[in-house]
Nanobody
């Protein structure tokens, strides 16, 4: 059974930094896409950063210039470097992996990021 596990969340003051990590276990294939999503209380889950095939990474406008996603395609790992954090970045952050054939999506359990003002 494929599992994605995130780590690195926590409490940080505004302007601070955090680095999230995501690893996969029980997997015998390489994800085509990997990404990070977040969900704040009372809001829908939203895309933070997404990398397709180890190439271009797409970022939400709200995090451009502050967040950087890295990915090791061979190891099925992903990282999210978050700088200049703002209180509005507070959310549960989820790692996502996608296999194209057959189409299947995998999610981690989430890690809480809290930014205090």
């Amino acid at each position: 059974q494929v599992r994605l596990v995130e780590s690195g969340g926590g409490l940080v003051q505004a302007g601070g930094s955090l680095r999230l990590s995501c690893g996969a276990s029980g997997i015998f294939f390489r994800f085509n896409d990997m990404g990070w999503y977040r969900q704040a209380p009372g809001k829908q889950r939203e895309l933070v950063a997404s990398n397709a095939g180890g190439g271009y990474t797409d970022y939400a406008d709200s995090v451009k210039g502050r967040f950087t996603m890295a990915r090791d395609v061979a190891k099925n790992t992903a990282f999210l470097e978050m700088n200049s954090l703002k209180p509005e970045d507070t959310a549960v952050y989820y790692c996502h992996g996608r296999r194209n054939l057959p189409r299947s999506d995998y999610w981690g359990q989430g890690t809480q990021v809290t930014v205090s003002s």
